[in-house]
């Protein structure tokens, strides 16, 4: 068992991609959705652009209900986050959710002022914008520039209604997926028993800790839970 673990603790140190050229260029990442009233399926694709001293990162998830649900549930859930890579992770400047017809979730984040400029369902306000602060998609792509701490991580993360500080411990499982056993990171926010919001992401180490199932009870109740199809990483020289 020691060894084992010594194993997963090396492949999880030197799977942490540096900023040069083995940082992935695209990524797409298909996953199964099941919900307690039906099943969906998410697309994701984040796209990185290089330079020679900075990066930045673009991510679009589309997420679709499928068979009877798509009568329940028959328009699509759009998210988006953009921004700039550093060397502690993700460094959003503006992110946004739209669900169907109604009006998006938007976070404006301006860095140098200090100040996070959140509009949900057409109400505008600002707040004071801690360092480190991620939205929720950026959240789950944002270790694979940054080492997780050994035991937890806080972090202030918005949905452009809020901004919440929360506390997630880390543990290692293998997951059984639809592209096979992985050995995981896995991610327990931590809110206390009576949260009405909780959340478990498993990321992989020995695929640049993407996210690989997201386990979720909303504010509104519905359970969700996401688990990676497939996986596309590609690669190319950087743009000067």
């Known amino acids: 068992m020691k060894l084992r673990s010594f194993i997963f603790l090396l492949l999880w140190i030197f799977n942490f991609p540096s900023m040069a050229t083995e940082m992935p260029s695209r990524i797409d990442i298909s996953y199964s959705v099941t919900t307690d009233i039906g099943q969906g399926e998410i ?23 499928t068979g009877i649900y798509k009568l329940i549930e028959p328009g699509s859930i759009i998210r988006h986050s953009e921004g700039i890579i550093t060397k502690r992770g993700l460094r959003p400047s503006r992110a946004f959710e739209k669900r169907g017809k109604k009006d998006p979730s938007v976070a404006e984040f301006d860095w140098k002022n200090h100040i996070v400029t959140l509009e949900h369902k057409g109400k505008q306000h600002q707040e004071k914008l801690p360092e480190g602060t991620l939205d929720r998609l950026s959240l789950s792509y944002h270790f694979m520039f940054t ?94």
Do not use: C, F
Not at 179 to 201: F, H, P, S, W
């Open 43 to 65: 697309n994701e694709v984040m796209e990185i652009k290089h330079g020679i001293d900075s990066h930045s990162y673009n991510i679009n998830s589309e997420a679709q209900a």
């Open 147 to 240: 080492p997780l701490p050994k035991h937890h991580v806080d972090v202030y993360v918005t949905d452009g209604d809020s901004l919440k500080l929360s506390r997630y411990t880390i543990t290692r499982e293998k997951l059984n997926t639809p592209i096979g056993e992985l050995e995981t990171v896995a991610l327990t926010r931590q809110d206390g028993r009576n949260a009405k919001v909780k959340r478990k992401l498993w990321l992989a180490p020995n695929n640049h800790m993407l996210p690989v199932r997201i386990v979720s009870v909303e504010e509104d109740g519905r359970q969700l839970e996401k688990i990676v199809t497939g996986i596309n990483i590609s690669y190319k020289a950087d743009d000067h």
